[in-house]
């Protein structure tokens, strides 16, 4: 069996690295063992603690990307004898949502660009929000032509750079419940005859929406809840496909709680319907409807938003437990997602652990890579590598 050598770069809480460290038998998780991940890296203090907690056995290197040095990997004899390089820098400043500065996070692919120059993997994965395409660096030019451009560019001792294939992926077409479109690059280094192909979708092949997975697909057998109440039981009456694989024999329900918020915004709760947000509120008030303190100011047209029961989520931020961000209300409860609705919607098993308080553990889970879109992608990796492999071996002769 080939074995392919990985490193994880801003690997978060660890959703890409699920789906390369696990694969899919029999609607249930099992180790995949064709990747070995020679280490880890993550700067946030709660992330790595969750990391660790799941991934035990991957090396982690803790702290800033850029205290990773040449000397330090080839002191780990790590230095060109990597196959695979996966991971995205910090996705805030590129999204579309919020303020969209060219700043230090921003500027975060150089040092991937630095560690693909050392490393000298035979393929990247680079992962970004949609908003990438779109972001201006300094001189008012598209970030993306600079990151190819770094990426085509990487020489170390005479090597070539990379071809890029691009594509725009949505999680919900890979049995995802929820819409979530992001970029991905892919990174053949060049001279080596390397192929890939993008996973087909598996879901919403004819555009039905039965054929995508729900929220109620997804959720319907976790307990309702009430402010300030805290469920660890199942609700067994439903079960789906999806739900089975989200349990993999978990007993035990964690982070299903639900808090307490102002008479305010849990009146506002109670209003607003399926599919509705803020302009829906704020259409009541002009109407005489409601009383003129329930004008929402601030936020976007789908703040204060109720999801539908019968669809897949819209995209999960990372600070989908406030009912006053992006369209995170439950669809049948007057409440927002709790974290483990949210962690379920971005398709992480009910027993993968997150650290810290309900924030840490809300932007841990909503800064991810949705775990069965990363399978996906780590199967084509995997067939690319192979064939790779059967290459060398027809023109080494065997």
Not at 159 to 170: A, F
Not at 183 to 206: Q, R, Y
Request: hydrophobic residues 35%; glycine residues 8%; charged residues 25%.
């Amino acid at each position: 069996m080939n074995v392919f050598k990985i490193v994880d770069l801003f690997s978060g809480a660890g959703g890409l690295t699920f789906g390369f460290y696990y694969k899919i038998r029999k609607n249930s998780f099992v180790r995949n063992r064709q990747f070995n991940f020679l280490f880890a890296n993550e700067y946030n203090v709660d992330a790595v603690k969750a990391f660790k907690l799941n991934f035990k056995d991957i090396p982690l290197i803790e702290g800033d990307i850029s205290n990773i040095t040449e000397k330090k990997l080839q002191e780990e004899n790590i230095c060109g004898d990597v196959d695979l390089i996966i991971g995205g820098p910090p996705c805030q400043s590129y999204s579309t949502v919020g303020k969209r500065q060219y700043d230090q996070r921003a500027k975060m692919y150089h040092e991937y660009t630095r560690l693909l120059s050392i490393t000298q993997p035979k393929i990247f994965i680079f992962e970004n929000v949609k908003g990438l395409l779109s972001m201006k660096n300094d001189n008012g030019e598209p970030v993306i032509n600079d990151i190819k451009k770094l990426f085509d560019d990487i020489h170390n001792d005479g090597s070539l750079g990379y071809d890029i294939v691009q594509s725009v992926l949505n999680a919900k077409d890979f049995g995802v419940p929820q819409n979530r479109e992001r970029v991905f690059l892919i990174g053949l280094k060049k001279g080596l005859n390397l192929n890939w192909s993008f996973p087909e979708p598996t879901h919403g092949i004819d555009e039905l929406l039965e054929d995508y997975i729900t929220i109620e697909n997804a959720i319907s057998d976790l307990p309702n809840l009430i402010p300030g109440e805290t469920s660890n039981n199942y609700n067994s009456n439903m079960t789906t496909p999806y739900i089975s694989l989200m349990r993999d024999k978990s007993n035990e329900l964690f982070d299903h709680s639900c808090g307490i918020h102002g008479a305010k915004m849990t009146e506002i709760m109670k209003i607003v319907p399926e599919g509705e947000g803020k302009n829906y509120i704020n259409s009541l008030v002009k109407a005489g409807r409601l009383k003129k303190e329930y004008y929402l100011t601030s936020g976007y047209g789908n703040t204060y938003g109720r999801l539908w029961w019968k669809k897949p989520s819209t995209t999960i931020t990372n600070s989908f437990g406030s009912p006053s961000s992006l369209r995170c209300i439950h669809p049948r409860e007057d409440r927002p997602l709790t974290t483990r609705e949210g962690a379920r919607l971005q398709s992480f098993p009910d027993w993968f652990k997150f650290h810290g308080g309900k924030t840490q553990k809300n932007s841990q889970i909503g800064n991810a890579v949705p775990p069965l879109m990363a399978i996906h992608l780590a199967k084509s990796a995997l067939k690319t590598l192979k064939d790779y492999k059967l290459l060398e071996k027809d023109n080494n002769g065997r």
